[in-house]
């Protein structure tokens, strides 16, 4: 088992460009979750899918951040216009999702830098 | 106000000594998780813990709902036990998991 899959591990943009962030799940989990780590604010939940569908996303920035999931084996984190403020490291994590939505398991992460 | 809370937020010791982090939640849970992050590292589940105690080498978890707490003790500490740990519930009624902001462990040789 491959565990969860984060490309790419690095990506600089200039300000104002698109960024685009790839996580591929741990085969079989049904629930994904995108967060982003900065130093001054911790972990910070952004979104969140069950079975490819979005289940909560109160924690995604609402006018330049979006997140889909089009089939059980990824989903994507797309920023528009980047600004310096969203440098930081993007986390996809996912779980078994039964009852509760279990224990998370982590990708090594997308470290974002704008210029 | 923050829902989970950690402290302290850092932590020196000496090789040897044994360390007590605690994390503190204001909203109702289904889960509490502790997770490992080295500096720069991705962040590796130590335990899956919704309530009761539960044991992983030097590594003991108790998590205790009514009282809204939950503790990670290391024991003997190493050198190879520095970084940050991370508490994390699975809130109720939002069936998201949130972060506490972390306790930062360093041991000195």
């Known amino acids: 088992n491959a565990g969860v899959i984060q490309t790419p591990r690095h990506k600089v943009t200039g300000k104002g460009q698109e960024a685009t962030l790839w996580c591929e799940p741990i085969?079989?989990?049904?629930?994904v979750f995108w967060y982003r780590q900065t130093i001054v604010q911790g972990l910070e939940f952004l979104t969140y899918f069950r079975n490819q569908a979005p289940i909560d996303d109160s924690g995604m920035p609402k006018e330049r951040f979006s997140a889909q999931m089009p089939n059980q084996s990824h989903s994507t984190l797309k920023i528009q216009s980047t600004q310096p403020q969203d440098s930081a490291v993007y986390l996809c994590?996912?779980?078994?999702?039964?009852?509760?939505?279990?224990?998370?398991?982590f990708g090594e992460g997308s470290k974002l830098t704008v210029l | 106000g923050q829902q989970v809370q950690q402290s302290p937020a850092s932590l020196v010791l000496q090789e040897g000594e044994n360390a007590e982090l605690q994390c503190n939640f204001s909203t109702s849970l289904n889960s509490m998780q502790w997770f490992y992050q080295r500096p720069g590292g991705s962040l590796v589940s130590l335990f899956y813990n919704p309530s009761g105690t539960k044991h992983s080498g030097r590594l003991t978890s108790t998590t205790v709902i009514k009282e809204r707490r939950s503790s990670l003790h290391i024991s003997s500490s190493q050198t190879t036990d520095s970084g940050t740990y991370l508490c994390a519930l699975e809130d109720t009624n939002a069936y998201k998991v949130i972060f506490g902001k972390g306790t930062h462990l360093h041991v000195l040789p």
């Open positions: 085969s079989g989990h049904s629930a």
């Open positions: 994590a996912s779980s078994l999702d039964g009852a509760n939505t279990g224990q998370l398991y």
